[in-house]
């Protein structure tokens, strides 16, 4: 993999910007891979009066969600510095877990995916108004705790990899289009692998049939493991709802990023890229410390670096107070 450091100010989100990076809740400050570094907005200075530590951007770049990834709080933005709102979550053991929101574009309307009303409950609420299109009569949601949200390339449907009590990680997923006809879809979300004996700890779309999920070390009963045991990655098909391509990983694993058909990035204790046809690990850089996330609860965890993946390039980027790593893999 090719690695290119990037030098920065004090960085507190991170988020793409084209091919180089910006720092929303720090005047929106830009760093390119040539070394220059400046503030979208020239002129611009301003840090906002909170521990804002994550950013998330619609797709078509008008619209920014600066937020703190265990706390209850986040701010709209729109063109990089017009305040919309403030935006919050329940209180309900947000210090635990990630904060669940994402942005997704339909018919020309942005929304914002995120639980504004209960940690089990998820709802669309249009960016440019604040209408929360979903809040209906007689909303009956499941005891799921959702997080780190996810649409598919084709906007059809948004996954969430959060959990369930007694803490169990598990992949959620909802068609995008049934749940604006009828926002009590939304509380019918399908568990995939719903009698699994392992837990679903991390997954990324492949396309928008097909999402990679992965499967930690934890197990329910070591001999029952019917379809997917721990340790492996497999393919879920989104149309026949089957398990495809089950694989053990040869190595720790537990945070990948989909690269094309046959790689992905993890970044469990260091970037690694591994063939998911096989299961080996074709590359690494154990120099560069990615964290020990593999589930959307990271209370415990100290010291996580800040994540960012590009769809578009399929590049990864880890960035720390005073430097990006920008790692790609060049097949």
């Not at 391509?245 to 720790?252: C, D, I, L, T």
């Amino acid at each position: 993999m090719k690695t290119q450091t990037i030098e920065t100010n004090l960085l507190l989100t991170l988020d793409w910007l084209g091919n180089g990076f910006i720092d929303w809740a720090n005047s929106g400050m830009c760093y390119f891979p040539d070394g220059t570094a400046r503030p979208l907005h020239e002129g611009s200075s301003y840090m906002f009066a909170h521990n804002f530590d994550s950013a998330i951007s619609s797709s078509n770049g008008l619209y920014t969600l600066i937020y703190t990834k265990l706390g209850t709080k986040g701010i709209l933005l729109k063109n990089g510095r017009e305040l919309l709102r403030e935006i919050n979550r329940p209180y309900y053991y947000a210090n635990a877990y990630e904060y669940p929101a994402t942005f997704v574009e339909i018919d020309g309307k942005t929304y914002l995916v995120h639980c504004p009303f209960e940690y089990c409950r998820l709802d669309f609420e249009e960016v440019e108004t604040g209408e929360i299109i979903t809040n209906v009569p007689n909303r009956k949601p499941r005891d799921v705790f959702f997080s780190r949200l996810e649409v598919s390339p084709d906007s059809q449907y948004l996954i969430s990899k959060g959990w369930y009590w007694q803490p169990w990680d598990c992949v959620n997923i909802v068609s995008i289009n049934a749940s604006l006809a009828d926002p009590h879809c939304l509380d019918k979300t399908f568990t995939i692998g719903g009698g699994l004996y392992t837990e679903l700890c991390t997954a990324n779309f492949i396309d928008s049939e097909r999402l990679l999920v992965g499967t930690s070390s934890e197990g329910k009963d070591e001999e029952a493991h019917e379809d997917v045991p721990p340790e492996h990655l497999a393919v879920w098909n989104l149309k026949t709802g089957k398990f495809e391509e089950v694989v053990k990983v040869q190595g720790s694993f537990g945070n990948i990023f989909v690269i094309n058909e046959h790689y992905c990035w993890d970044l469990y204790e260091f970037p690694k890229v591994i063939d998911r046809r096989t299961g080996e690990i074709v590359d690494k850089n154990e120099e560069i410390d990615s964290g020990k996330q593999r589930s959307s609860i990271i209370w415990h965890l100290k010291d996580l670096p800040k994540i960012a993946f590009n769809p578009r390039t399929k590049q990864v980027a880890i960035g720390r107070e005073k430097k990006i790593d920008m790692l790609t893999f060049e097949i």
